[in-house]
Nanobody
């Protein structure tokens, strides 16, 4: 089993920044990739970014490329999503997930409970 807990969401003005953290625990955490997804009301869950746990490779959705950065701190078993230049359309519940390195949500077996990000205009 792998457990994930997100933190760092909140309310921010457009153009501002937020830093989301995903604390990962459980066995075999060194073998899982971690991804971030988001879901806005009335919309499907959307891939944001993912990172391999050991290799350090990462990929991003086009909508956040250049504004968001995913990183991991293996010593702290934490994956961070740094979000800069936030836009109102970034408003959503953000989820971290653990599984296979992919942009497809079906590749991730374990999910956190989500954290709300609201960007005001």
């Amino acid at each position: 089993q792998v457990q994930l807990v997100e933190s760092g969401g909140g309310l921010v003005q457009a153009g501002g920044s937020l830093r989301l953290s995903c604390a990962v625990s459980g066995r075999s955490i060194s073998s899982v990739a971690v991804g971030w997804f988001r879901q806005a009301p009335g919309k499907e869950r959307e891939f944001i970014a993912s990172v391999t746990w050991s290799g350090g490779s990462a990929n991003y959705a086009d909508s956040v490329e250049g504004r968001f950065t995913i990183s991991r701190d293996n010593a702290k078993n934490t994956v961070v999503l740094q979000m800069n230049s936030l836009k109102p359309e970034d408003t959503a519940v953000y989820y971290c997930a653990a599984g296979s390195y992919s942009k497809w949500s079906g590749s991730y077996r374990y999910w956190g409970q989500g954290t709300q990000v609201t960007v005001s205009s």
